[in-house]
């Protein structure tokens, strides 16, 4: 068994958040076809986390070849 400390934990599970965040704007963009207005924010919400997940995995991958998690 791993023994995770908070801030790990905290990572993982904003990483998780922002991917299930990532894959249901595909499905709000689809539903907002009538507004112009909202799919301009959606895909720019799905822009930003995406960003966000990259750089979460990022952090967690130097986490983990570094052992600290």
């Known amino acids: 068994m791993v023994d995770l400390d908070n801030h ?7 990483l998780s958040k922002k991917a299930q965040a990532v894959f249901r704007y595909d499905q709000y963009l689809k539903d907002a076809e009538a507004c112009e207005e909202c799919k301009k924010l959606w895909e720019k919400l799905k822009n930003e986390d995406s960003t966000h997940v990259e750089e979460i995995k990022k952090i967690l991958a130097k986490h983990i070849k570094e052992g600290k998690i």
Do not use: D, E, Q, V
Request: proline residues 0%; positive net charge; hydrophobic residues 45%.
């Open 8 to 14: 790990s934990y905290n990572l993982i599970k904003a």
